[in-house]
């Protein structure tokens, strides 16, 4: 039995998690947020208990020297040499990382290289890396690309049609995110499909606040629907999704803001927010357009008509489709989202057992009736375990 730590860091927020393996059963896990500050906060969860503790916290070494210290406190590991690998999830690894990879210092580098495409989310992972590495020097540690799992795309599918310098001067392309997730799902699909992955269509469908989807044959990604950054694809929690890029520099004339002021708009005041005026929550939209919220019902129904128009496309990309998965905060828990969007791709001849829809929340559950065309499944996301195996994988335990 090995102790693998599953590890995010942000900029100011370290989330963990702990795994037994190969049982892949979690030990405990945890987040530390608002690091920098005198009320930064440590919520652990063990045993079903969550505790929440606020404290000063100055840097990503100090949250991890909490953490580690409180895992020996608590006598969940005896001493630290019982974590044998630390994962590291990495938003961007740019046209370099295909595959999870084991750190050493050049691979800080070429991390640190390819930060440009990603100056919100890398930094944050690299001081984690980092932080992690001073305290156990002497495990494996291993980093898992959001980006990697798309990185099979095809130029067609991956290309802007902009200028080819763009590309080869700058990188501008699509990557794609979420790819752990999407990639975990995928292969779940398949297992409880009983069919090699290897011999599969899926569309994977991940609704979260942020929320992308993919087509993936024969456990290849060929399309992704974010782009060069999280913003293209489906209208999400705040952010747009894909626009008619002439709008920036028009509202940037019509409101005298700069393309950075828009971009936020775009990012962060847009998608569910933008639309409703209400929330970024799923939740919130839901109970306000079942009473007649207008603006609320809108921005669900632009965001399920995109989805389905996605799936619609993926589905003749791929040339049919076995599978379609929902999956993430929204995919996992909101039973009408999950059915509106199965209705609008009923020309698919996809159907749903809309009874079982209603009654299912967040476990693996195949939705679709057996006279549907393409199986419907609900599979929650696991990006944690995803790299936790890929630690024990590359690290050989
Ligand atoms: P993130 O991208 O931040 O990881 P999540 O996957 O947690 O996002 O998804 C957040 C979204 O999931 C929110 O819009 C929220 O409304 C929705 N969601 C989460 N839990 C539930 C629930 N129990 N019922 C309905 N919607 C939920």
Redesign the pocket.
């Known amino acids: 039995m090995n102790k693998i730590l599953s590890v995010n860091a942000g900029s100011s927020s370290l989330k963990f998690q702990l795994l037994s393996m190969p049982s892949e059963r979690v030990i405990v896990e945890g987040i530390v947020e608002r690091i920098g500050n005198a009320d930064a906060i440590y919520t652990v969860k063990l045993n079903g208990n969550k505790e929440r503790t606020t404290l000063s916290i100055k840097n990503h070494s100090e949250a991890v020297q909490l953490v580690l210290n409180d895992l020996i406190k608590r006598q969940i590991v005896a001493s630290l040499d019982e974590i044998k690998g630390v994962g590291h999830r990495v938003v961007h690894g740019g046209e370099k990382f295909k595959e999870s990879t084991i750190i050493t210092p050049e691979v800080i580098k070429q991390i640190e290289e390819v930060s440009f495409l990603a100056p919100l989310h890398n930094p944050g992972a690299i001081t984690g890396i980092k932080a992690f590495q001073e305290a156990l020097p002497n495990v494996v540690h291993v980093a898992v690309f959001d980006t990697a799992f798309h990185q099979t795309m095809e130029p067609e599918a991956y290309m802007y049609a902009v200028p080819y310098e763009w590309y080869e001067k700058y990188g501008v392309r699509k990557y794609g995110f979420h790819g752990t997730s999407h990639q975990y799902v995928s292969m779940k699909a398949a297992e409880l499909m009983g069919k090699p992955y290897e011999e599969s269509k899926i569309i994977t469908v991940h ?4 929320a992308s989807l993919a087509a993936i044959k024969n456990g290849k990604c060929i399309d992704t629907s974010m782009g060069m950054t999280p913003l293209e694809g489906i209208p999400m ?1 705040t952010r747009s999704g894909t626009i008619d890029p002439a709008i920036i520099e028009f509202i940037c004339t019509k409101e005298n803001k700069t393309v950075q002021q828009v971009l936020e708009d775009l990012n962060k005041r847009s998608g ?1 927010l933008g639309i409703s005026g209400l929330s ?5 939209l ?1 109970d306000a357009a079942a009473e007649g919220h207008y603006r609320s019902n809108l921005a669900l129904d632009i965001q399920y008509k995109r989805i389905a128009d996605y799936i619609g496309s993926y589905y003749v990309y791929l040339g049919g489709a076995d599978a379609i998965v929902f999956t ?3 995919g ?3 039973a009408r989202c999950r059915e509106v969007v199965c209705d609008r791709i009923s020309a698919l001849g996809v159907k749903i057992d809309y009874d079982l829809n209603n009654r299912v ?2 476990v693996v559950t195949e939705l679709s009736t057996p006279d549907s065309k393409i199986r419907v499944f609900l599979i929650p996301t696991n990006e944690e375990l995803m790299i936790a195996r890929d630690t024990m994988r590359l690290a050989k335990l």
Not at 280 to 284: A, E, F, I, K, L
């Open positions: 609704l979260g606040n942020g929690g569910y970024n929550d799923s939740r919130d839901e993430a905060g929204i996992e828990n909101n929340r967040g």
